[in-house]
């Protein structure tokens, strides 16, 4: 089993930047694929960013894209999420979440159904 734990949440003004975190323990190894996902109050949880196996593959939601940054280290084991530019309605409880990878076709999912492990969620508060 893999665990996330993540941190670097917090308060900030409209503007500002934070930058989220996320360790990976238990049976690891590098066969992950990462995404990051927000889920605001009364809304469903959607797609902020993924990145793939090859450290290389990204992709974005247009309401984050040229603002935020996905990255990944294996052999840390660790992600992270730079975001800057933030704006009030990226105000959300932020989650880490790793896929197993069943196949190497270089596709991103990005749908929370697909995946596997789940941190237990950041908030991040932008203020206007």
């Known amino acids: 089993q893999v665990q996330l734990v993540e941190s670097g949440g917090g308060l900030v003004q409209a503007g500002g930047s934070l930058t989220l975190s996320c360790a990976a323990s238990?049976?690891?190894?590098?066969?992950?694929?990462w995404g990051w996902f927000r889920q605001a109050p009364g809304k469903e949880r959607e797609f902020v960013a993924a990145i793939l196996w090859d450290g290389e593959t990204t992709d974005y939601a247009g309401s984050v894209k040229g603002r935020f940054t996905i990255s990944r280290d294996n052999a840390k084991n660790t992600g992270s999420l730079q975001m800057n530019s933030l704006k009030p309605e990226d105000t959300a409880v932020y989650y880490c979440?790793?896929?197993?990878?069943?196949?190497?076709?270089?596709?991103?999912?990005?749908?929370?159904?697909?995946?596997?492990?789940w941190g237990q969620g950041t908030q991040v508060t932008v203020s206007s």
């Open positions: 979440a790793a896929r197993k990878i069943r196949s190497i076709s270089g596709r991103i999912y990005s749908t929370p159904k697909d995946y596997d492990y």
């Open positions: 238990g049976r690891t190894f590098n066969s992950l694929d």
